[in-house]
């Protein structure tokens, strides 16, 4: 009988997917510096984050997928020697195009996440797979929340190319305990890399666990950004006073919401992925609809402050539960198949997120505060009516199967 994955396992590939995907998010506070230092247009500043998720994205798609192809250790190795030195790229840049050129590397590189994530579904037994990959996207989600606050903090006590020169140096030390810790896995039965592309288009096509669980989660992680997009901004003016220390306080004490995956993982162990989606999905609006009933006196900022707190960490609980509950729906599809079902998932959802961070700040910027409230509700409510058809086909199948009992 097969052993499943030991607790220090699981807690190395948390740590490990946290700090890898951390690397997506140091530069989104530090592109006044930034450009500043690289001499960036403002028209062209955007391009610091937009090309650090295009090289992900591109990653997504065409690295990912090597998962079932070649021997996972040394891909994921190799993937974070090459992240390491585009962080060290980014951190000794003085021109612009050196800086973007070297983001966009490191959003490539740092698609060894999405590795692991699928390799610790291997190693671990079906009966408690969803909690294993539950604490794995806890320690994922903790990078995502703790990378803004961190970089912000450490920039004002030194520079932004200490931020990324310290990164350089986390991830080697990460991939020489991986290429030690790390079991070897070579997928069962490889395919050529051509067939492997050409087999993404199909399993998008034949399997729609995978459309739906993208689409439920582009909802969330599209309400997610276009969140994180604008409140940083609101939070710096009049109404909240906000110092870019405070906006980093505010942010660390949404990790709070981290604590959703591994409850998730244990609902998809017991058979309540579709109840727990939909309380994933409403958890998303609510966090939007919260804020819309905040005072807008200043004698009630603090109140206000309060209720934008609780909000934060409300839409982080809906993002890491549902996220977990698709990655574990997505496994269950075949273990021959389940970093290219990963790397689809992700990319997938990540243009929701691009469009969230889009749309949200043009609304922002045009309409106001309480518009981008409405519209970040928006995104998980139509995922959530999405969510609705599911429901209507279960209980219909439930129903021809009492008939024909």
């Known amino acids: ?18 700090l890898i995907v951390a690397n997506l998010y140091y530069a989104q506070t530090l592109v006044g510096p930034i450009s500043a230092a690289t001499g960036l247009s403002p028209e062209a500043a955007g391009l610091i984050v937009t090309l650090t998720q295009a090289g992900y994205t591109v990653g997504l798609l065409f690295v990912v997928p090597l998962g079932d192809l070649l021997e996972n250790r040394k891909l994921v190795v190799g993937a974070l020697l090459f992240t390491a030195v585009a962080l060290a790229a ?31 579904a291997h190693l671990s037994l079906e009966a408690t797979r969803g909690q294993t990959v539950g604490k794995v996207v806890s320690g994922l989600l903790m990078g995502i929340m703790l990378a ?9 006590a030194s520079s932004w190319h200490v931020v990324f020169g310290g990164a350089a140096v986390a991830i080697v030390v990460l991939a020489a305990v991986l290429r030690r810790k790390l079991p070897e896995r070579m997928p069962a039965s490889p395919v050529p890399y051509r067939k492997l592309m050409a087999s993404l288009w199909h399993l998008f096509l034949s399997q729609p666990v995978l459309r739906r669980r993208a689409a439920y989660h582009a909802g969330l992680f599209g309400a997610f950004s276009l969140f994180w997009t604008v409140t ?75 209720i934008l707190t609780v909000a934060s960490i409300v839409l982080d609980m809906g993002v890491a539960a549902n996220l977990v509950l698709g990655q574990r729906a997505i496994f269950s599809l075949g273990a021959e198949v389940r970093s290219r079902l990963n790397g689809l998932y992700f990319a997938l959802f ?42 209507l086909e279960v209980r219909s199948a439930a129903r021809d199967i009492r008939y024909t009992m």
């Not at 405070?246 to 709070?256: D, E, K, N, P, R």
């Not at 905040?294 to 900022?301: E, H, I, L, Q, T």
């Not at 969230?356 to 409510?381: D, K």
Request: proline share 5%; charged share 5%; aromatic share 10%.
């Open 1 to 18: 009988m097969n052993k499943d994955i030991s607790k220090g396992m699981v807690w190395l590939l948390a740590i490990a997917c946290g």
């Open 90 to 120: 980014a951190a000794s840049s003085t021109s612009a195009w050196a800086f973007l050129a070297a983001a966009l590397a490191i959003g490539l590189g740092s698609v060894a996440a999405q590795v692991l994530v699928p390799f610790a």
């Open 148 to 156: 803004r606050p961190v970089a912000s903090l450490v920039a004002d």
């Open 232 to 306: 940083p901004m609101m939070l710096s003016t009049p109404a909240f006073h906000l110092s870019q220390t405070g906006v980093a306080v505010f942010a660390l004490v949404g990790m709070a919401g981290a604590i959703a995956s591994p409850i998730a993982g244990k609902l998809a162990d017991s058979g309540h992925t579709l109840m727990a989606t939909a309380a994933a999905l409403a958890l998303g609006m609510v966090s939007f609809l919260l804020p819309l009933f905040a005072p807008d006196s200043a004698a009630m900022r603090n109140v206000a402050l309060a």
């Open 350 to 391: 990540f243009a929701g997120g691009a469009l969230g961070s889009a749309v949200g700040g043009w609304i922002y910027a045009s309409y106001g505060w309480h518009a981008a409230l409405l519209a970040g509700a928006a995104f998980p409510g139509l995922a959530l009516l999405y969510w609705v058809s599911e429901y």
